[in-house]
């Protein structure tokens, strides 16, 4: 069993409601897609800490205790007076989230290279993803423990990326030139590549990015479901009929049952990934497209359970 240290963003998803006389109603909800990822992990019973900057004030103190009562272990979490993010959600008719970032200065952006945890031994796969590989201080103090880390832990890589909070897609595509090298496990979705590489189809950048050194690609497409790339197969497996309540959370989740799933195959070395046949691929794809289905049927990031996956 692995223990894994996802690494990134932890923030509150104020979602906005009904009118009333005197203005609307907030309903805030724990979120961040590397919080959701490694409490995605917790609840698919896989050992996992968080490395993150929370703040002291109300919102972080929430988002600590959320933690913890998950299952996640918080001892690299470092706090600070700076706020916490916000992300204030709004639905459109089909359940698709928008969001607005209040987030400059904040505590989540804090960590350096000189406040840098020292990880676990135990640790055997670091999770990057989102913004918070693509603002500094933060970013570059990620980036870095990234390459330090390489050579001695499974790198795992998910997009996410947010142009709500850095819009610079040049940024973004430097973010990513730098990680594709790194991490051996990368995972995105179609609408972040069509953003990034309009003039490459996702076949074209998971053959580039596994000539770059990645033992597994995996995009997923929403409602077409996902495919998954080595040097040697691949895969693909359909999206599951449901009644979508919305998507938050749909990505983070699954990014947490692929791991979970690998972490049960014992497949979570850069060798391991690269030998998986495509009977292999189809089951972990198909694992994690039902794991991210449940998300989808329910409000917000509600992450399924183990138990709800046998």
Known sequence: MAMFVVCGEALMDVYMGEWTSTG????????????????GLARLERPVAFLTGLSTDASGERLLASLRA???????????????????????AAGVPRYAF?????ADRQITHETMPALPDATRVLQFGSYA??????????????????????????????????????HWRDVV????????LMKTSDEDLALLY????????????????????????????????TREARADAPSLPITVV?????????????????????ALTPQALAGLDATALQKA???????????????GADLPRRSELR
């Open 133 to 170: 590989l693509a603002v500094e201080p933060v970013g570059s103090a990620l980036r870095a423990l990234a390459a330090r880390e390489r050579a001695r832990r499974l790198i795992a890589y998910d997009l996410n990326v947010r142009l709500n909070v850095e819009p610079d897609l040049a």
């Open 285 to 299: 794809l198909g694992f994690a497209t039902r794991a991210a289905a449940l998300t989808c049927s329910r409000r």
């Open 177 to 184: 030139g730098f990680m594709a090298p790194l991490a051996h």
């Open 24 to 39: 609307l109603t907030l309903d805030a909800r724990v979120g961040g897609s590397p919080l959701n990822v490694a409490q």
């Open 70 to 92: 998950e299952g996640v272990d918080t001892s690299l979490v470092l706090r600070g007076d700076a706020p916490s993010t916000l992300s204030v959600v709004s639905l459109d």
């Open 198 to 229: 309009p003039d490459e189809s996702p076949e074209q950048v998971a053959e580039r990015w596994l000539g770059l050194g990645a033992s597994l690609v995996v995009v997923t497409r929403g409602r077409d479901g996902a495919t998954a790339w």
């Open 102 to 106: 209040h987030g400059k200065d904040a």
């Open 246 to 266: 919305d998507t938050v959370g749909a990505g983070d989740t699954f990014q947490a049952a692929l791991l979970a799933w690998l972490d049960e195959q014992d």
